[in-house]
C-alpha cells in the first residue's frame, strides 16, 4: 500500500491522504476532473476503487467567477455530487469561507470533554 500511495504521490502533488480520505486541490474543476481521473486509473490499475458513493466535492471559488467551462466533476464518467461544507481532520470546511460552524463545534466539543474530565453535567 506504502508503494501505491508514493507512486500516487508522485503522479498527482497536489492532494493530502487522511488514513482512507483524500484531499484533492485544484485552480480550476477540469484541473480537478483531471486529477481525480489520475487518482481513479492508478487506484484500479492496483485492483482498488474510488467510493462513488461516499466521494463528494466542495468548490470554494476565492479568485471570483471564471472557471474554465466545466460544470461537474466525476468519477469514471459518474456525476461526483457537490457539497456545501464538509469535515476534514477535525475541522469544518465551508464553501463560503466561513468559520461559524467550526467554531461552535470545536466550543462545544471543548465543553463535552471539560464535563466528562470533572463529572459536571
Not at 10 to 33: G, S, Y
Request: proline share 2%; aromatic share 8%; with cysteine.
Amino acid at each position: 500500500m506504502d508503494e501505491l500511495l508514493k507512486s500516487i504521490q508522485e503522479r498527482v502533488p497536489w492532494c493530502m491522504i487522511f488514513a482512507d480520505d483524500i484531499v484533492l486541490v485544484a485552480e480550476t474543476i477540469h484541473k480537478l476532473n483531471a486529477r481525480l481521473e489520475e487518482w481513479r486509473a492508478a487506484l484500479e490499475d492496483k485492483e482498488l476503487r474510488i467510493s462513488r458513493s461516499k466521494t463528494e466535492y466542495l468548490h470554494c471559488d476565492f479568485s471570483g467567477p471564471g472557471d474554465d467551462g466545466d460544470s461537474q466533476i466525476t468519477i469514471g464518467g459518474q456525476v461526483v455530487p457537490q457539497d456545501t461544507k464538509f469535515k476534514c481532520q477535525g475541522s469544518f470546511v465551508q464553501k463560503d469561507g466561513e468559520i461559524d460552524n467550526d467554531v461552535t463545534h470545536r466550543i462545544q466539543a471543548g465543553w463535552c470533554r471539560w464535563r466528562t474530565t470533572t463529572g459536571v453535567l
